[in-house]
């Protein structure tokens, strides 16, 4: 459904924007996360769970909360990008873009003619409130928030070309898979991979491009800030319930071994619903 598009117009502000991620498919958990207060949910059917009708029941769960939505998209592919964008997605991030030539058509098919070659069924699609938007044509360009992902060290090598596309709002550096690109999967804080992300930090700020990434071992949250990033995408919300889960239980079985040893458990106020 239409509305303004609220992280676009954080962005250009000059702010910074934290958001978490949702990939369990399941719009319950982006129902959740919107409320928790993140600058932005991001749903990631690149390597999440769903196909387009999933991705428009987390849209609804998300647009009851205060919270925006963004969704990654599994390739850069102009169908699936048209499909997407009619679903009512405004913020879209587009992976493994290695080329400025493919950052154009990326861009071109997130958008209305004369900017881009985006379809029109702006009549009865949902971004526009299925035609009850006024002006939705005239709107959607504006509103439309693009983020590329740089993801190997020719993407890096590309990187000022990228960053110079029209529209390409935010660039986004995937430092786990730039790693792997160079034989260095899961090694963030290696002096290698470290110097491809700061070459291309310093095309993308030059171009006065919205920087964004994930913490990693290379760089954490304010790491990332000192740097110029502005678009942090942080927690995932399977490792969120991974990690709370894990964390409930090894409480719970230092409270039985202690118990069983004759001892006074050692315990917190506890969590409960």
Same mark, same amino acid.
């Given at each position: ?25 399941? %719009? ?15 749903? &990631?059917?690149?390597? $999440?769970?769903?196909?387009? +009708? ?33 679903? /009512? ?74 960053? %110079? ?11 786990? &898979? ?39 071992? $290379? ?6 800030? &000192? ?14 319930? +991974? ?18 040893? $004759? ?6 106020? /506890?969590?409960?619903?």
């Amino acid at each position: 459904m239409f509305t303004p598009n609220r992280l676009k117009s954080q962005l250009l502000s000059g702010e910074a924007a934290y958001g978490c991620w949702v990939a369990g498919g399941s %719009a319950t958990n982006g129902e959740i996360l919107g409320h928790v207060g993140f600058d932005f949910v991001l749903a &990631d059917h690149e390597h $999440g769970i769903g196909d387009t +009708r999933d991705i428009v029941d987390i849209l609804r769960a998300i647009e009851g909360t205060p919270t925006p939505a963004m969704v990654r998209v599994p390739w850069n592919d102009h169908v699936l990008l048209k499909r997407v964008i009619d679903a /009512g997605v405004q913020s879209v991030m587009i992976p493994s873009v290695d080329t400025p030539e493919a950052a154009e058509a990326a861009v071109k098919a997130c958008l209305y003619p004369p900017q881009g070659f985006r379809g029109y069924a702006a009549s009865v699609v949902r971004a526009s409130t299925f035609g009850m938007e006024p002006d939705y044509v005239a709107k959607a360009n504006g509103n439309m928030l693009i983020a590329i992902q740089l993801e190997s060290e020719t993407a890096v090598r590309n990187a000022a070309a990228i960053s %110079a596309i029209e529209g390409a709002d935010i660039i986004f550096i995937g430092i786990n &898979d730039l790693a792997a690109s160079i034989g260095l999967i899961g090694q963030t804080d290696h002096p290698d991979v470290q110097a491809l992300t700061r070459q291309a930090e310093e095309a993308i700020l030059k171009a006065g491009k919205v920087m964004g990434t994930v913490p990693n071992a $290379g760089a954490g949250v304010n790491d990332l800030l &000192d740097r110029g990033y502005r678009f942090i995408a942080g927690p995932y919300d399977v490792a969120l319930l +991974r990690d709370a889960a894990r964390a409930a239980l090894n409480d719970y079985r230092a409270i039985r071994e202690a118990r069983a040893r $004759g001892e006074v458990p050692k315990t917190g106020k /506890g969590t409960s619903y």
